[in-house]
């Protein structure tokens, strides 16, 4: 028979109804499923009685993505088909990527979001997150024995409106209703009960595999607002491990190292750096490829001395967070412990000393955000009364706004205004006869629109001819409990209103998503690559056959000859480059050659006005 | 005599559970109308007793049910146990006749 967990008092589900929902910590490094039983918090395990699931999917030809420890394992030598970290590029362009060079991928630049090509084709980070996604549903509807209602998941609190749609794209392409989107930082202090504890200010120290982000909370009225963030995003127990590794190699000065080889030392570093979390000193046995032996001894204190500087990293972000908010470590109250990072000893007396109290760090570091995420889960899904006094409100991250004249932002929502809001304000025409508006929507919390985040764009037309600043305008800004942002303008003499739907110009647009569930996963992007690169053949195409006759035409009298060659050269590069799937190549190769022959051309034109004007006196050319 | 029991694997788990809970008499047992066979069962958590309960008490866990279920649970053992990936308490119940092929619901 079925297997029965407890309910809460007179909340006993009839059979076949049971609200089966889970918190996800959806990380860069790895990610967990966790589930509220019997009244208790718990993350869910595999097979193998694994709690974690590495971030990490392989891609082959013709085969189901391979996702985790699996995928894992292969990474080192099939890296361009073993993605890691996909969280960074989630609704981001390639433009936004300031490290890509430091990635192995083939990254396709698309618009919307970039992309990345496999053996199995190209995948968006949506769909490399919905194969992770999808691994930990099925774990959860395995352990739970039944489909799941929805599910809670968790992203850091700095992400924007095009991270979180994208994040919420990757959960509808995995088969998961979005209970809601939590912040991370937020999860682990509901993990820690605060919500229930007095109102005050909270950090959340959180040191993730390769990751450092630190969090100031305010709680107040059962809200928890997020006064400021801050971090490393290349900075986690990763470096760590690194630092031990290269003090390996200096100790024993081995002879050239494989890659596998490396890959022991990594690992055996990082043995030892968990070692030393119990133990004050630990040794390092290993035997290379060669035949070579290493055998070293480490104690805490080196440990500590060698990896200060990485701690002492993580100390600045926290003091900048604190002077954003305005606080000093005194005004904070408690202090939350996440990634398992965080269990290394100098970690823990390094932030017990900045603060001045002992950390909270009783639960699990690596499953606290995934365990509070779960505890929000089983409350939306209605498996606690709602006399359980529990709130659940969060606050936008960044400010809502539109651009008015000048390029300058109106802001409408600020940041930490507590979500679900609506609200609206009014505008007008800057000119005589004005019947459109363009409504550019922005988030961020600076004043010129070039530097904050366009959102979305969109027109009113139809407003009734009138003078500047007579017509009345009225847009109305509206975020759902997700941190997800609609938009409206309405005319008031008129009531003519766009019929708005707003989705943010970054991240899959919903007939992207719901295309890509019907025509299985990789049809619509490679569609959309196909379309961009297909519009840069004919872009090219165009210009080529411009030059062409120009050089036919004017070449031997305008151009000496290394102009000539120079344009020449630069046409058979395009040409070569136009048949290839590199579309980013081809747009490079198109704007090179504009480049070149901007000389030519303005020569052109000085000859044809010479041409035009020859015989003609100033009299003629008045008339 | 009428009793309901306990297993020790699910008495443990029961313990821990109201522990982690931080309050609670005990555990609520019955049957409801409801489901494609006919009853469902119900479990949880007693945050007190009512008027009408019947109380049993067997590995220091407490076990109310009410009189009018206590009729088709009678000679009943709850247990806890794992399946798979899936772990949850079991009601192995003499009494039941058929049983959904879920066993969720029942009939006696």
């Known amino acids: 028979m079925a297997l029965l967990q407890i309910s809460e008092p007179g909340l006993s589900t009839a059979p076949h109804q049971h609200r089966l929902a889970v918190g996800i910590d959806l990380g860069t ?3 967990l499923v966790a589930t509220v039983r019997n009244g208790v918090a718990v993350v869910l395990h595999d097979e193998n009685g694994r709690a974690l699931l590495p971030s990490v999917v392989r891609y082959q030809p013709e085969q189901p993505p391979v996702v985790g420890y699996a995928a894992q394992q292969v990474q080192a030598h099939d890296p361009y088909n073993t993605v890691v970290s996909v969280k960074r590029f989630m609704g981001r362009v390639l433009h936004d990527i300031a490290d890509a060079g430091s990635f192995p991928y083939r990254f396709v630049d698309a618009p919307g979001m970039v992309q990345l090509r496999t053996a199995d084709g190209v995948k968006s980070p949506v769909e490399v997150s919905a194969d992770i996604l999808r691994a930990l549903r099925e774990r959860a509807e395995h352990s739970l024995g039944g489909e799941l209602t929805g599910a809670v998941i968790t992203v850091p609190a700095y992400f924007d409106d095009a991270q979180r749609q994208a994040t919420k794209d990757a959960a509808r ?21 605060l919500d229930n504890a007095a109102e005050g200010i909270y950090a959340v120290y959180d040191l993730g595999g390769g990751t450092f982000d630190i969090s100031i ?29 290269c003090w390996m190699l200096e100790q024993a000065r081995f002879p050239d190292l494989t890659a596998q080889d490396n890959r022991l030392l990594l690992n055996h570093a990082r043995f030892a750096k968990e070692a030393l ?34 701690v002492s990293k993580t100390l600045s972000p926290v003091r900048r967070a604190l002077r954003d908010a305005g606080l000093s470590t005194k005004d904070v109250q408690g202090v939350v412990m996440v990634g398992g990072a965080t269990r290394m000893p100098c970690i823990q007396s390094a932030v017990a000393t900045l603060f001045g109290q002992t950390p909270l760090n009783n639960l699990d570091p690596d499953k606290v955000v995934a365990l509070g995420a779960a505890m929000q889960a089983n409350v939306l899904a209605g498996n606690r009364r709602e006399d359980d006094d529990w709130l659940l409100l969060d606050v936008t991250p960044l400010s809502l706004g539109i651009e008015t004249m000048g390029g300058l932002v109106e802001k409408i929502i600020p940041r930490n205004t507590t979500i679900p809001v609506a609200r609206a304000q009014e505008f007008t025409t800057y000119k005589d006869g004005q019947t459109a508006m363009s409504i550019h929507v922005l988030q961020g919390e600076r004043e ?83 379309r961009a690169l297909q519009e840069a053949r004919v872009e090219a195409g165009r210009l080529l056959d411009a030059t062409q006759s120009a050089l036919d035409e004017d070449g031997e009298r305008l ?65 | 005599m009428m009793a309901i029991t306990v297993t020790e694997a699910a008495a443990r788990r029961v313990s821990e559970f109201i522990a982690k809970r931080g309050h609670g008499v005990g555990l609520r047992l019955g049957v409801r109308t409801s489901g494609c066979s006919g009853m469902a069962y119900k479990l949880e958590f ?32 709850l247990d806890f146990t794992r399946e798979g990936l899936n772990e949850g308490f079991k009601f192995n119940n003499p009494n039941v006749k058929n049983s959904c092929g879920c066993g969720e619901s029942f009939n006696v």
Do not use: W
């Not at chain 1, 709680?219 to 760590?240: C, H």
């Not at chain 1, 290379?288 to 805490?300: M, N, R, V």
């Open chain 2, 46 to 77: 007693a945050d007190e007793i009512e008027e009408g309960d019947l109380t049993f008490v067997d590995h220091g866990v407490t076990v109310l049910v009410d009189a009018k279920s206590l009729p088709y649970l009678d000679g009943m053992e």
């Open chain 1, 448 to 530: 010129l629109v070039s530097d904050c985040r366009s959102l979305a764009r969109f027109e009113l037309r139809g407003i009734p001819s009138m003078v500047a600043g007579a017509a009345r305008i009225r847009v109305a800004l509206q975020v759902d409990a997700d941190g997800l942002l609609s938009v409206s303008a309405q005319e008031l003499q008129t009531g003519v209103s766009a019929a708005v739907t707003v989705r943010p110009s970054f991240g899959l647009h919903d007939d992207d998503v719901s295309r890509m569930l019907q025509d299985g996963f990789n049809h619509a992007k490679e569609d959309m690559t196909a």
């Open chain 1, 173 to 193: 392409l995995a088969g998961l209703e979005v209970l809601r989107l939590l912040n991370e930082p937020t999860a682990a202090a509901i993990a820690y009960g």
């Open chain 1, 277 to 310: 979390t119990e133990h004050p000193e630990t040794r390092i046995t290993a035997v290379l490829s060669s035949g070579f032996t290493i055998d070293l001894t480490l104690t805490a204190v080196q440990f500590n001395e060698m990896t200060a500087t990485l």
């Open chain 1, 29 to 31: 490094t790895n990610s």
């Open chain 1, 217 to 245: 909370l305010r709680l107040s009225q059962g809200v928890f607002e997020v006064l400021a963030t801050n971090g490393d995003s290349a900075l986690g127990g990763d470096d760590f491990d690194q630092r031990l590794f």
């Open chain 1, 559 to 623: 151009l000496d000859m290394d102009e000539f060659s120079e344009i020449v050269a630069s046409m058979r590069e395009l040409a070569e480059c136009v048949p290839g799937m590199d579309y980013a190549l081809i747009q490079q190769m198109t704007e090179r050659l504009n480049q070149v022959t901007q000389t030519f051309a303005a020569r052109r034109m000085n000859m044809r006005v010479r041409e035009a004007l020859a015989g003609q006196s100033v009299n003629d050319l008045m008339s």
